[in-house]
């Protein structure tokens, strides 16, 4: 531990002796680092949550997730197919641009790129429309029942500065592209980037001329990963980091008993889970020659039925998971119906049953791509199933990896089988039906949809759903969609994540289920 500790501390050095001085500078630490500051290139948290200090939309979330005007003032939904925005007056980007509607109708367009990540979301929003420097309109081709939520997840970006640094379409982060975008960001929010070293340490400085109110009082944030979890610890106990965004479960007992360290906890909106390439007719990475096992549905329920999740649940997350059979990062996506969140029986004869009739009584070989720095202990879940799976003869490979190589791999479908969380502010179904479970096609739909499942019948439902205006008809057409989900195990669900943040007694935050740190609400006493 010292030497790890001693390592780190060198490494972090110039960051101490730069802010010491400074009561007024947060430095926080996760295991992972964000992997561009593009905001369209890659749709994960941490990048989300570190580019949406900088980069800001029109509306957003409030301390307690309710839907607030930001780049918007106002908005009205002149027609079921028509919205119209005002926009706030006297923004300024970073450089000192003006804010204008041909940003907006920019930004939109720029994420509906085919090298976006948020693809999906931008074309739920239907074509953007200036209609003057301060009003914009959306014209939908369908019923979007959750557009205001899909809006909140759109970057407002420079069109002037795009154009000026050649960063009109977004990074393609799978085909390992860079650009001045991936390094450099130019947003309207309450701080600005001042230097960026992917996978070594991220500053930040408040933006003094930023049009909104700052409810902390934070001048500068330092953002250094730390992958081990050990020196993580070791580093927010001796004070040279504030705060650390997920602590190890099995430290958790000794940092809420450590002088002047505190922890706030809570559920996430986040459903982890894993996914199985249900297209191939031959896996890539298994011993099965001519055949794809997971195509049979048996196989996949035989998977499902012989993870021990309480076991999961107490040895290894030591209680800070919610096991769940629904595939929704909340259960207010599945309208808290117990019967889409039961899951399968544990039932391990059952399990080899079910194997010998599939006609795999002696099990199969298979690889496992699981990030190593991504969810809470995401590698030894992974390790945790391989295990798991050994009494079916399922012998697993688990190939752990950094996220910036993981997500890159699974997004080109090199895979045979992964871990996947998914989740965020939305709860509703749609954020999760349309990239992750529907087939994959245009426009986004299915961008995450990495085991390349397809079944006509949930397809059918999850697409009405997407443009059913009525509340009632929509929830039984969501519901239908889940129940189909579950019956065919598309994917199998473990557990929706519980997330506590530990910090030194000196700093205040607003905690949130969507594991989103805003600093402009931190304080550093």
Same mark, same amino acid.
């Given at each position: 531990?010292?030497?790890?500790?001693?390592?780190?501390?060198?490494?972090?050095?110039?960051?101490?002796?730069?802010?010491?001085?400074?009561?007024?500078?947060?430095?926080?630490?996760?295991?992972?680092?964000?992997?561009?500051?593009?905001?369209?290139?890659?749709?994960?948290?941490?990048?989300?949550?570190?580019?949406?200090?900088?980069?800001?939309?029109?509306?957003?979330?409030?301390?307690?997730?309710?839907?607030?005007?930001?780049?918007?003032?106002?908005?009205?939904?002149?027609?079921?197919?028509? !919205?119209?925005? #005002?926009?706030?007056? *006297? &923004?300024?980007?970073?450089?000192? =641009? /003006?804010?204008?509607? +041909?940003?907006?109708?920019?930004?939109?367009?720029?994420?509906?790129?085919?090298?976006?990540?948020?693809?999906?979301?931008?074309?739920?929003?239907?074509?953007?429309?200036?209609?003057?420097?301060?009003?914009?309109?959306?014209?939908?081709?369908?019923?979007?029942?959750?557009?205001?939520?899909?809006?909140?997840?759109?970057?407002?970006?420079?069109?002037?500065?795009?154009?000026?640094?050649?960063?009109?379409?977004?990074?393609?982060?799978?085909?390992?592209?860079?650009?001045?975008?991936?390094?450099?960001?130019?947003?309207?929010?309450?701080?600005?980037?001042?230097?960026?070293?992917?996978?070594?340490?991220?500053?930040?400085?408040?933006?003094?001329? !930023?049009?909104? #109110?700052?409810?902390? *009082? &934070?001048?500068?944030?330092?953002? =250094? /990963?730390?992958?081990? +979890?050990?020196?993580?610890?070791?580093?927010?106990?001796?004070?040279?980091?504030?705060?650390?965004?997920?602590?190890?479960?099995?430290?958790?007992?000794?940092?809420?008993?450590?002088?002047?360290?505190?922890?706030?906890?809570?559920?996430?909106?986040?459903?982890?889970?894993?996914?199985?390439?249900?297209?191939?007719?031959?896996?890539?990475?298994?011993?099965?020659?001519?055949?794809?096992?997971?195509?049979?549905?048996?196989?996949?329920?035989?998977?499902?039925?012989?993870?021990?999740?309480?076991?999961?649940?107490?040895?290894?997350?030591?209680?800070?998971?919610?096991?769940?059979?629904?595939?929704?990062?909340?259960?207010?996506?599945?309208?808290?119906?117990?019967?889409?969140?039961?899951?399968?029986?544990?039932?391990?004869?059952?399990?080899?049953?079910?194997?010998?009739?599939?006609?795999?009584?002696?099990?199969?070989?298979?690889?496992?791509?699981?990030?190593?720095?991504?969810?809470?202990?995401?590698?030894?879940?992974?390790?945790?199933?391989?295990?798991?799976?050994?009494?079916?003869?399922?012998?697993?490979?688990?190939?752990?990896?950094?996220?910036?190589?993981?997500?890159?791999?699974?997004?080109?479908?090199?895979?045979?089988?992964?871990?996947?969380?998914?989740?965020?502010?939305?709860?509703?179904?749609?954020?999760?039906?349309?990239?992750?479970?529907?087939?994959?096609?245009?426009?986004?739909?299915?961008?995450?949809?990495?085991?390349?499942?397809?079944?006509?019948?949930?397809?059918?439902?999850?697409?009405?759903?997407?443009?059913?205006?009525?509340?009632?008809?929509?929830?039984?057409?969501?519901?239908?969609?889940?129940?189909?989900?579950?019956?065919?195990?598309?994917?199998?669900?473990?557990?929706?994540?519980?997330?506590?943040?530990?910090?030194?007694?000196?700093?205040?935050?607003?905690?949130?289920?969507?594991?989103?740190?805003?600093?402009?609400?931190?304080?550093?006493?």
């Amino acid at each position: 531990m010292k030497r790890s500790l001693s390592f780190f501390a060198s490494s972090f050095c110039l960051v101490v002796a730069a802010t010491s001085t400074s009561a007024q500078t947060l430095r926080w630490a996760s295991q992972g680092d964000a992997q561009t500051m593009d905001p369209y290139s890659q749709n994960e948290l941490l990048t989300n949550a570190m580019n949406g200090q900088v980069y800001e939309t029109l509306v957003n979330r409030d301390k307690k997730m309710a839907l607030e005007p930001v780049l918007a003032t106002e908005w009205t939904q002149v027609s079921p197919l028509q !919205w119209r925005f #005002k926009l706030r007056p *006297n &923004v300024k980007f970073h450089d000192g =641009t /003006p804010f204008t509607a +041909d940003d907006v109708v920019f930004s939109v367009q720029r994420a509906a790129e085919a090298t976006s990540d948020i693809g999906v979301y931008a074309n739920a929003v239907g074509k953007p429309r200036k209609v003057d420097n301060l009003t914009v309109e959306f014209n939908l081709a369908a019923v979007n029942p959750i557009f205001l939520q899909h809006i909140s997840l759109l970057p407002i970006m420079s069109k002037v500065w795009a154009e000026k640094n050649k960063a009109t379409k977004p990074i393609d982060f799978k085909n390992k592209e860079e650009g001045y975008a991936s390094f450099n960001a130019n947003g309207t929010g309450p701080f600005i980037l001042v230097s960026r070293q992917p996978d070594v340490k991220t500053v930040y400085k408040r933006n003094t001329a !930023w049009w909104g #109110k700052f409810d902390g *009082n &934070v001048q500068e944030v330092v953002y =250094t /990963p730390i992958k081990s +979890d050990a020196t993580r610890v070791a580093a927010l106990v001796s004070g040279e980091i504030d705060l650390v965004l997920d602590p190890a479960p099995q430290d958790l007992p000794r940092l809420r008993n450590t002088p002047d360290v505190k922890v706030l906890d809570g559920p996430e909106n986040r459903i982890v889970f894993i996914g199985m390439d249900q297209h191939r007719d031959e896996l890539l990475y298994s011993s099965v020659k001519g055949k794809n096992p997971f195509k049979d549905q048996r196989v996949r329920t035989a998977l499902y039925q012989a993870i021990d999740i309480e076991t999961i649940k107490t040895k290894l997350m030591r209680g800070q998971s919610a096991p769940t059979g629904a595939i929704t990062p909340s259960p207010l996506g599945t309208y808290n119906d117990p019967a889409l969140e039961k899951r399968l029986p544990y039932d391990l004869d059952g399990a080899k049953k079910l194997m010998a009739d599939a006609g795999y009584p002696q099990g199969f070989e298979v690889t496992l791509d699981c990030p190593n720095n991504r969810y809470i202990n995401d590698e030894e879940i992974c390790q945790t199933l391989a295990s798991m799976w050994a009494r079916l003869n399922v012998k697993v490979r688990v190939n752990a990896m950094p996220r910036s190589t993981y997500f890159p791999k699974i997004q080109k479908l090199d895979t045979s089988m992964y871990m996947l969380g998914w989740g965020g502010a939305i709860t509703d179904a749609e954020t999760t039906f349309t990239p992750v479970l529907r087939a994959r096609g245009e426009a986004g739909v299915g961008s995450w949809n990495f085991s390349n499942a397809k079944d006509a019948r949930f397809e059918e439902l999850a697409a009405a759903s997407s443009k059913e205006p009525d509340p009632k008809k929509r929830e039984q057409l969501v519901k239908a969609a889940l129940a189909r989900h579950n019956e065919l195990v598309l994917s199998i669900p473990l557990h929706r994540q519980v997330i506590p943040w530990a910090m030194r007694g000196k700093v205040d935050a607003v905690h949130r289920p969507d594991n989103w740190l805003e600093w402009r609400w931190v304080t550093v006493k």
